[in-house]
Protein backbone atom coordinates (compact mmCIF):
# COMPACT_ATOMS: atom_id res chain seq x y z
CA UNK A 1 0.00 0.00 0.00
CA UNK A 2 1.32 3.10 -0.37
CA UNK A 3 1.38 5.43 2.47
CA UNK A 4 -1.91 7.31 1.01
CA UNK A 5 -3.73 4.10 0.76
CA UNK A 6 -2.62 3.26 3.95
CA UNK A 7 -3.95 6.10 5.61
CA UNK A 8 -7.37 6.24 4.25
CA UNK A 9 -7.37 2.14 4.90
CA UNK A 10 -6.88 2.90 8.69
CA UNK A 11 -9.34 5.74 8.65
CA UNK A 12 -11.85 3.38 7.27
CA UNK A 13 -10.93 0.93 10.10
CA UNK A 14 -11.13 3.18 13.30
CA UNK A 15 -14.91 3.04 14.18
CA UNK A 16 -14.20 -0.60 14.61
CA UNK A 17 -11.17 -0.41 16.33
CA UNK A 18 -12.64 2.00 18.70
CA UNK A 19 -15.50 0.10 19.07
CA UNK A 20 -13.40 -3.00 20.12
CA UNK A 21 -11.10 -0.83 22.55
CA UNK A 22 -14.55 -0.07 24.44
CA UNK A 23 -14.90 -4.08 24.71
CA UNK A 24 -11.54 -4.65 26.08
CA UNK A 25 -11.50 -1.62 28.62
CA UNK A 26 -15.02 -2.83 30.06
CA UNK A 27 -13.02 -5.98 31.23
CA UNK A 28 -11.41 -5.26 34.62
CA UNK A 29 -8.72 -7.58 33.62
CA UNK A 30 -6.45 -6.94 37.17
CA UNK A 31 -3.63 -9.92 37.65
CA UNK A 32 -3.26 -8.50 41.33
CA UNK A 33 -3.23 -11.08 44.01
CA UNK A 34 -7.26 -10.28 45.62
CA UNK A 35 -9.07 -9.56 42.55
CA UNK A 36 -10.99 -11.94 40.73
CA UNK A 37 -9.29 -14.29 37.85
CA UNK A 38 -12.74 -13.93 35.78
CA UNK A 39 -12.45 -10.99 33.81
CA UNK A 40 -8.19 -11.52 33.08
CA UNK A 41 -9.81 -14.92 31.25
CA UNK A 42 -12.23 -13.02 29.35
CA UNK A 43 -9.63 -9.88 28.35
CA UNK A 44 -7.34 -13.09 27.25
CA UNK A 45 -10.16 -14.62 25.07
CA UNK A 46 -11.50 -11.55 23.72
CA UNK A 47 -7.73 -10.86 22.62
CA UNK A 48 -7.12 -14.02 20.74
CA UNK A 49 -10.91 -13.76 19.26
CA UNK A 50 -9.66 -10.37 17.55
CA UNK A 51 -6.60 -11.51 16.37
CA UNK A 52 -8.44 -14.82 14.87
CA UNK A 53 -11.11 -12.28 13.33
CA UNK A 54 -8.34 -10.14 11.94
CA UNK A 55 -6.73 -12.60 10.13
CA UNK A 56 -4.26 -14.67 12.32
CA UNK A 57 -4.01 -18.32 11.19
CA UNK A 58 -2.77 -19.83 14.31
CA UNK A 59 -3.62 -18.68 17.68
CA UNK A 60 -2.86 -20.60 20.97
CA UNK A 61 -2.89 -19.96 24.49
CA UNK A 62 -0.02 -20.49 26.80
CA UNK A 63 -0.64 -21.80 30.23
CA UNK A 64 2.38 -21.23 32.41
CA UNK A 65 3.35 -21.93 35.91
CA UNK A 66 2.47 -18.85 38.07
CA UNK A 67 1.16 -16.01 35.40
CA UNK A 68 -1.98 -15.16 33.76
CA UNK A 69 -2.20 -16.99 30.57
CA UNK A 70 -0.22 -15.85 27.14
CA UNK A 71 -2.04 -15.28 23.77
CA UNK A 72 0.68 -16.35 21.27
CA UNK A 73 -0.43 -15.84 16.89
CA UNK A 74 1.60 -16.32 14.48
CA UNK A 75 1.34 -15.80 10.72
CA UNK A 76 3.67 -16.96 8.41
CA UNK A 77 6.28 -14.93 6.19
CA UNK A 78 4.74 -14.11 2.36
CA UNK A 79 7.83 -15.24 1.40
CA UNK A 80 11.47 -16.73 2.08
CA UNK A 81 13.14 -13.56 1.75
CA UNK A 82 10.36 -11.79 3.96
CA UNK A 83 11.69 -11.11 7.66
CA UNK A 84 9.88 -11.77 10.67
CA UNK A 85 8.58 -9.13 13.19
CA UNK A 86 7.22 -10.25 16.85
CA UNK A 87 4.76 -7.86 17.92
CA UNK A 88 4.49 -7.29 21.87
CA UNK A 89 1.45 -5.87 24.28
CA UNK A 90 -0.55 -7.37 27.29
CA UNK A 91 -3.65 -7.21 28.20
CA UNK A 92 -3.72 -6.82 31.98
CA UNK A 93 -3.96 -3.36 33.69
CA UNK A 94 -2.99 -1.82 36.88
CA UNK A 95 -5.68 -1.46 39.73
CA UNK A 96 -7.65 1.53 39.59
CA UNK A 97 -7.30 3.06 43.09
CA UNK A 98 -9.91 5.73 44.65
CA UNK A 99 -12.52 5.41 42.58
CA UNK A 100 -13.82 8.63 44.19
CA UNK A 101 -10.94 10.46 42.00
CA UNK A 102 -12.01 9.24 38.57
CA UNK A 103 -14.49 11.51 36.93
CA UNK A 104 -16.35 8.55 35.71
CA UNK A 105 -15.84 4.81 36.30
CA UNK A 106 -12.76 3.05 35.72
CA UNK A 107 -14.00 0.15 33.75
CA UNK A 108 -16.98 2.24 31.98
CA UNK A 109 -14.70 3.99 28.86
CA UNK A 110 -16.01 7.60 28.74
CA UNK A 111 -15.44 9.94 25.71
CA UNK A 112 -13.48 12.58 26.40
CA UNK A 113 -12.10 16.15 24.64
CA UNK A 114 -8.52 15.53 24.95
CA UNK A 115 -7.78 18.88 26.89
CA UNK A 116 -6.98 20.33 23.18
CA UNK A 117 -5.32 17.44 21.49
CA UNK A 118 -8.65 16.14 20.08
CA UNK A 119 -11.56 13.24 21.21
CA UNK A 120 -9.90 10.47 23.45
CA UNK A 121 -11.55 7.69 26.06
CA UNK A 122 -11.17 7.68 29.59
CA UNK A 123 -10.73 4.47 31.51
CA UNK A 124 -8.22 2.37 33.71
CA UNK A 125 -5.57 0.31 31.22
CA UNK A 126 -7.43 1.88 27.96
CA UNK A 127 -3.91 3.50 27.31
CA UNK A 128 -1.93 1.23 29.36
CA UNK A 129 -2.16 -1.41 27.42
CA UNK A 130 -5.25 -2.04 25.90
CA UNK A 131 -4.47 0.69 23.12
CA UNK A 132 -1.70 -0.80 22.11
CA UNK A 133 -2.99 -4.54 21.55
CA UNK A 134 -5.92 -2.56 19.55
CA UNK A 135 -3.20 -0.51 17.26
CA UNK A 136 -1.34 -4.02 16.49
CA UNK A 137 -5.04 -5.40 15.85
CA UNK A 138 -5.25 -2.60 13.71
CA UNK A 139 -2.02 -3.29 11.37
CA UNK A 140 -2.77 -6.83 10.56
CA UNK A 141 -6.61 -5.37 9.41
CA UNK A 142 -5.26 -2.85 7.38
CA UNK A 143 -3.42 -5.81 5.25
CA UNK A 144 -6.34 -8.37 5.31
CA UNK A 145 -4.10 -10.20 7.81
CA UNK A 146 -1.52 -10.31 5.02
CA UNK A 147 1.28 -8.05 5.84
CA UNK A 148 4.53 -7.83 4.45
CA UNK A 149 6.51 -9.68 6.99
CA UNK A 150 5.91 -12.81 8.75
CA UNK A 151 4.73 -11.62 12.16
CA UNK A 152 4.60 -13.20 15.76
CA UNK A 153 2.12 -11.71 18.10
CA UNK A 154 2.87 -12.09 21.87
CA UNK A 155 -0.12 -10.52 24.31
CA UNK A 156 0.77 -11.56 27.91
CA UNK A 157 -1.99 -11.08 30.85
CA UNK A 158 0.36 -10.39 34.29
CA UNK A 159 2.97 -7.28 33.01
CA UNK A 160 1.50 -4.97 35.37
CA UNK A 161 2.29 -7.09 38.62
CA UNK A 162 5.22 -9.18 37.55
CA UNK A 163 5.04 -12.39 35.99
CA UNK A 164 6.91 -15.63 35.66
CA UNK A 165 6.66 -15.21 31.86
CA UNK A 166 9.75 -12.69 32.04
CA UNK A 167 12.22 -15.40 32.08
CA UNK A 168 10.43 -17.75 29.46
CA UNK A 169 11.23 -16.68 25.88
CA UNK A 170 15.04 -17.82 26.34
CA UNK A 171 14.08 -21.23 27.59
CA UNK A 172 11.67 -21.98 23.92
CA UNK A 173 13.98 -19.28 21.23
CA UNK A 174 12.59 -20.87 18.54
CA UNK A 175 9.17 -19.40 19.27
CA UNK A 176 9.83 -16.28 19.89
CA UNK A 177 12.68 -16.22 16.96
CA UNK A 178 12.54 -13.08 14.90
CA UNK A 179 14.48 -10.17 12.86
CA UNK A 180 12.69 -7.20 15.17
CA UNK A 181 10.40 -6.66 17.53
CA UNK A 182 7.85 -4.27 18.02
CA UNK A 183 7.25 -3.51 21.70
CA UNK A 184 4.09 -1.15 22.50
CA UNK A 185 3.96 -0.55 25.75
CA UNK A 186 4.92 2.90 25.99
CA UNK A 187 4.74 5.81 23.56
CA UNK A 188 4.94 9.49 22.69
CA UNK A 189 6.60 12.44 24.82
CA UNK A 190 3.78 14.55 24.43
CA UNK A 191 0.65 14.10 22.40
CA UNK A 192 1.61 14.46 18.21
CA UNK A 193 5.19 14.00 18.83
CA UNK A 194 6.51 10.60 17.05
CA UNK A 195 8.66 9.15 19.78
CA UNK A 196 11.08 5.99 19.47
CA UNK A 197 11.87 4.78 23.35
CA UNK A 198 16.09 3.47 23.21
CA UNK A 199 16.30 3.15 26.73
CA UNK A 200 14.82 1.52 29.80
CA UNK A 201 16.33 2.08 33.36
CA UNK A 202 17.04 -0.47 35.54
CA UNK A 203 15.15 -1.16 39.04
CA UNK A 204 16.50 -2.68 42.38
CA UNK A 205 15.22 -2.35 45.73
CA UNK A 206 16.88 -2.23 49.05
CA UNK A 207 15.46 -2.21 52.75
CA UNK A 208 17.70 -0.49 55.71
CA UNK A 209 16.21 -1.26 59.09
CA UNK A 210 17.98 -0.08 62.34
CA UNK A 211 16.81 -1.28 65.98
CA UNK A 212 18.22 0.32 69.13
CA UNK A 213 15.97 -0.38 72.29
CA UNK A 214 13.92 -3.41 73.66
CA UNK A 215 11.36 -1.48 73.49
CA UNK A 216 9.78 2.44 73.57
CA UNK A 217 11.88 4.55 76.76
CA UNK A 218 10.37 7.90 77.74
CA UNK A 219 11.61 11.22 75.51
CA UNK A 220 11.92 13.31 78.60
CA UNK A 221 13.77 10.90 81.05
CA UNK A 222 15.88 9.04 77.94
CA UNK A 223 15.88 10.86 75.09
CA UNK A 224 19.52 12.53 74.41
CA UNK A 225 21.57 9.54 75.03
CA UNK A 226 19.49 6.83 74.46
CA UNK A 227 20.08 5.99 70.94
CA UNK A 228 16.69 6.93 69.18
CA UNK A 229 16.45 4.49 65.59
CA UNK A 230 14.57 7.16 63.37
CA UNK A 231 17.13 9.89 63.85
CA UNK A 232 19.59 6.88 62.71
CA UNK A 233 17.83 5.72 59.76
CA UNK A 234 16.90 9.67 58.62
CA UNK A 235 20.76 10.88 59.12
CA UNK A 236 21.72 7.71 57.08
CA UNK A 237 19.23 8.26 54.17
CA UNK A 238 20.43 11.92 54.41
CA UNK A 239 23.85 10.79 52.94
CA UNK A 240 22.18 8.99 49.73
CA UNK A 241 22.21 12.72 48.06
CA UNK A 242 24.51 15.83 47.75
CA UNK A 243 23.12 19.24 48.50
CA UNK A 244 21.99 19.54 45.28
CA UNK A 245 19.84 16.38 45.17
CA UNK A 246 21.88 14.62 43.01
CA UNK A 247 22.54 11.00 44.23
CA UNK A 248 25.55 10.58 46.26
CA UNK A 249 26.13 6.83 46.50
CA UNK A 250 29.85 6.07 44.32
CA UNK A 251 30.21 3.84 41.28
CA UNK A 252 26.29 4.55 39.66
CA UNK A 253 26.78 5.43 36.11
CA UNK A 254 26.05 8.69 34.95
CA UNK A 255 26.01 10.37 31.55
CA UNK A 256 24.37 13.63 29.86
CA UNK A 257 21.31 12.40 28.00
CA UNK A 258 21.50 13.64 24.18
CA UNK A 259 17.89 12.74 23.19
CA UNK A 260 15.10 14.78 23.85
CA UNK A 261 13.00 15.45 27.03
CA UNK A 262 10.21 17.31 28.12
CA UNK A 263 10.68 21.45 29.27
CA UNK A 264 10.51 22.04 32.53
CA UNK A 265 7.33 23.10 32.33
CA UNK A 266 5.91 20.18 31.12
CA UNK A 267 7.64 18.26 33.86
CA UNK A 268 6.19 20.49 36.81
CA UNK A 269 3.07 19.54 34.95
CA UNK A 270 3.02 15.74 34.43
CA UNK A 271 4.90 15.29 38.08
CA UNK A 272 1.97 17.74 39.93
CA UNK A 273 4.50 19.86 41.44
CA UNK A 274 3.57 22.24 43.60
CA UNK A 275 3.79 26.31 42.69
CA UNK A 276 7.14 26.99 43.73
CA UNK A 277 8.74 24.11 44.23
CA UNK A 278 12.11 23.33 43.59
CA UNK A 279 13.27 20.76 40.92
CA UNK A 280 16.02 18.47 42.60
CA UNK A 281 19.10 17.25 41.31
CA UNK A 282 21.43 18.94 38.17
CA UNK A 283 21.79 18.83 34.86
CA UNK A 284 19.23 18.11 32.20
CA UNK A 285 15.95 16.69 32.86
CA UNK A 286 17.33 13.64 30.12
CA UNK A 287 20.22 13.03 32.51
CA UNK A 288 18.39 13.13 36.20
CA UNK A 289 15.54 10.99 34.53
CA UNK A 290 16.59 8.46 31.87
CA UNK A 291 20.72 8.05 32.05
CA UNK A 292 21.63 8.75 35.77
CA UNK A 293 20.97 6.84 38.96
CA UNK A 294 17.82 7.52 41.09
CA UNK A 295 16.85 6.89 44.58
CA UNK A 296 13.34 7.04 46.13
CA UNK A 297 12.40 6.15 49.81
CA UNK A 298 8.83 4.18 48.83
CA UNK A 299 8.21 3.23 52.38
CA UNK A 300 9.17 4.62 55.82
CA UNK A 301 8.11 2.57 58.96
CA UNK A 302 8.13 4.73 61.88
CA UNK A 303 5.07 5.79 64.73
CA UNK A 304 2.55 7.92 62.88
CA UNK A 305 1.96 11.80 63.80
CA UNK A 306 -1.62 11.23 64.58
CA UNK A 307 -0.88 8.63 67.50
CA UNK A 308 2.97 9.56 68.79
CA UNK A 309 4.04 8.77 71.95
CA UNK A 310 6.70 10.96 73.83
CA UNK A 311 8.87 8.17 73.50
CA UNK A 312 12.69 7.14 72.34
CA UNK A 313 11.75 5.51 69.17
CA UNK A 314 13.27 1.72 69.29
CA UNK A 315 13.14 0.63 65.67
CA UNK A 316 12.98 2.17 62.61
CA UNK A 317 12.54 0.89 58.29
CA UNK A 318 12.52 2.59 55.18
CA UNK A 319 12.51 0.69 51.71
CA UNK A 320 14.35 2.29 48.94
CA UNK A 321 13.66 1.98 44.74
CA UNK A 322 16.63 2.63 43.00
CA UNK A 323 16.94 3.05 39.37
CA UNK A 324 20.07 2.84 37.20
CA UNK A 325 21.57 3.22 33.85
CA UNK A 326 20.55 0.96 31.29
CA UNK A 327 23.58 -0.87 30.71
CA UNK A 328 24.78 -0.92 34.31
CA UNK A 329 24.39 -4.34 35.47
CA UNK A 330 21.61 -4.74 37.85
CA UNK A 331 23.50 -6.89 40.99
CA UNK A 332 26.24 -4.00 40.86
CA UNK A 333 24.17 -1.18 41.23
CA UNK A 334 21.85 -2.45 43.76
CA UNK A 335 25.93 -3.54 45.58
CA UNK A 336 26.61 -0.06 45.33
CA UNK A 337 23.47 1.35 47.29
CA UNK A 338 23.97 -2.18 49.90
CA UNK A 339 28.25 -1.35 50.21
CA UNK A 340 27.09 2.42 50.75
CA UNK A 341 25.06 1.73 53.65
CA UNK A 342 26.59 -0.72 55.05
CA UNK A 343 29.74 1.42 55.36
CA UNK A 344 27.62 4.05 57.50
CA UNK A 345 27.59 4.43 61.63
CA UNK A 346 24.92 7.31 62.34
CA UNK A 347 25.99 8.05 65.98
CA UNK A 348 27.82 4.75 65.98
CA UNK A 349 25.36 2.62 65.06
CA UNK A 350 25.18 -0.23 62.47
CA UNK A 351 22.18 -0.67 59.67
CA UNK A 352 20.83 -4.19 58.77
CA UNK A 353 20.58 -3.76 55.11
CA UNK A 354 18.92 -6.14 52.97
CA UNK A 355 19.19 -6.40 49.26
CA UNK A 356 15.75 -6.45 47.39
CA UNK A 357 14.67 -7.61 43.59
CA UNK A 358 16.68 -6.19 40.56
CA UNK A 359 15.56 -5.55 37.36
CA UNK A 360 17.65 -4.95 34.15
CA UNK A 361 17.73 -1.77 32.21
CA UNK A 362 17.71 -1.86 28.20
CA UNK A 363 19.30 0.16 25.71
CA UNK A 364 18.31 -0.71 21.88
CA UNK A 365 21.04 -0.59 19.41
CA UNK A 366 20.15 1.94 16.59
CA UNK A 367 20.73 2.45 13.37
CA UNK A 368 19.79 -0.88 11.76
CA UNK A 369 16.87 -1.90 8.90
CA UNK A 370 14.26 -2.26 11.31
CA UNK A 371 15.26 1.46 13.27
CA UNK A 372 15.80 3.21 10.09
CA UNK A 373 12.36 1.86 9.02
CA UNK A 374 10.58 2.46 12.20
CA UNK A 375 11.87 6.38 11.84
CA UNK A 376 10.43 6.35 8.13
CA UNK A 377 6.85 5.36 9.17
CA UNK A 378 7.07 7.31 12.25
CA UNK A 379 7.46 10.44 10.47
CA UNK A 380 4.99 9.06 7.61
CA UNK A 381 2.01 8.94 10.96
CA UNK A 382 2.89 12.05 12.24
CA UNK A 383 4.29 14.54 9.35
CA UNK A 384 7.29 15.29 11.62
CA UNK A 385 10.81 13.98 12.14
CA UNK A 386 10.68 11.63 15.39
CA UNK A 387 12.06 11.90 18.58
CA UNK A 388 14.09 9.51 20.85
CA UNK A 389 13.76 9.14 24.52
CA UNK A 390 14.37 6.66 27.58
CA UNK A 391 12.16 6.20 29.94
CA UNK A 392 12.67 5.24 34.25
CA UNK A 393 10.07 2.54 34.13
CA UNK A 394 10.87 -1.26 33.27
CA UNK A 395 9.62 -3.51 31.05
CA UNK A 396 11.13 -6.84 32.20
CA UNK A 397 10.36 -9.16 29.47
CA UNK A 398 12.24 -7.15 26.88
CA UNK A 399 15.45 -8.71 28.04
CA UNK A 400 14.08 -12.25 27.85
CA UNK A 401 12.88 -11.22 24.17
CA UNK A 402 16.14 -9.66 23.58
CA UNK A 403 17.48 -13.01 24.96
CA UNK A 404 15.28 -15.53 22.72
CA UNK A 405 16.20 -13.65 19.37
CA UNK A 406 19.79 -11.92 20.49
CA UNK A 407 20.29 -10.62 16.71
CA UNK A 408 16.61 -8.63 16.27
CA UNK A 409 16.31 -5.12 16.58
CA UNK A 410 13.90 -3.51 19.12
CA UNK A 411 11.46 -1.02 18.72
CA UNK A 412 9.65 0.55 21.14
CA UNK A 413 6.84 2.72 20.32
CA UNK A 414 3.07 3.02 20.87
CA UNK A 415 0.13 4.74 21.37
CA UNK A 416 0.53 6.39 24.68
CA UNK A 417 1.85 9.69 25.40
CA UNK A 418 3.67 10.93 28.71
CA UNK A 419 -0.17 12.73 29.55
CA UNK A 420 -2.32 9.93 29.84
CA UNK A 421 -2.04 8.92 33.14
CA UNK A 422 -1.11 5.12 32.68
CA UNK A 423 -1.13 3.69 36.66
CA UNK A 424 -3.29 7.32 37.96
CA UNK A 425 -7.15 8.48 37.65
CA UNK A 426 -8.40 9.06 34.70
CA UNK A 427 -6.05 7.61 32.15
CA UNK A 428 -7.21 8.51 28.94
CA UNK A 429 -5.99 7.46 25.43
CA UNK A 430 -6.17 9.48 22.76
CA UNK A 431 -7.84 8.20 19.35
CA UNK A 432 -5.42 10.51 17.05
CA UNK A 433 -2.63 8.78 19.02
CA UNK A 434 -4.31 5.56 18.06
CA UNK A 435 -4.74 6.12 14.50
CA UNK A 436 -1.25 7.57 14.16
CA UNK A 437 0.10 4.63 15.78
CA UNK A 438 -2.09 1.88 13.46
CA UNK A 439 -0.55 3.79 10.37
CA UNK A 440 2.84 3.66 11.63
CA UNK A 441 2.81 -0.06 12.67
CA UNK A 442 1.74 -0.53 8.62
CA UNK A 443 3.85 2.05 7.57
CA UNK A 444 6.59 -0.08 9.41
CA UNK A 445 5.86 -3.51 7.95
CA UNK A 446 5.56 -2.20 4.19
CA UNK A 447 9.43 -0.41 5.02
CA UNK A 448 11.18 -2.96 6.91
CA UNK A 449 9.38 -5.72 4.45
CA UNK A 450 11.13 -3.55 1.20
CA UNK A 451 14.44 -2.99 2.81
CA UNK A 452 14.79 -6.91 3.43
CA UNK A 453 14.39 -6.74 -0.15
CA UNK A 454 16.98 -4.14 -1.40
CA UNK A 455 13.65 -2.45 -2.38
CA UNK A 456 13.12 -3.76 -5.39
CA UNK A 457 11.64 -6.97 -4.59
CA UNK A 458 15.35 -8.42 -4.41
CA UNK A 459 16.82 -9.47 -1.33
CA UNK A 460 19.32 -7.37 0.40
Request: net charge negative.
Amino acid sequence: MTPEELAGTVDGLMDGLRADLVRLAEIPSIAFPGFPDGPVQEAHDLVAELLRDAGVPHVERLDLPDTAPVVYGEIPPPDPGAPTVLLYGHYDVQPPGDEKLWRSPPFEPAPIDGDGHGEGLRARGIADDKSNVIAHIGMLRAYGGRPPVGVKIVVEGQEEYGSAFDGYPPTDPDRFACDAMVIADLGNLRPGTPTLTTGLRGAAEVVVEVRTLDEPRHSGEFGGAAPDALLVLLKALATLHDVHGDVAVEGLRREEWAGTSYTEEEFRSLAGVREGMPLIGSGGLGERLWSGPAITVIGLDAPGVEHAASAVVPYARAKLNLRFHPRQDPVEARGRLVDHLRSLRPFGVPLTVTPGDTGPGYEAETGGPAYRAALTALKEAWGKEAAYVATGGSIPLVNGLAQAAPGAEVLLFGAQDSMCNLHAPNERVLLSELRDTVVAMGAFVREYAAAARGGDGSRA
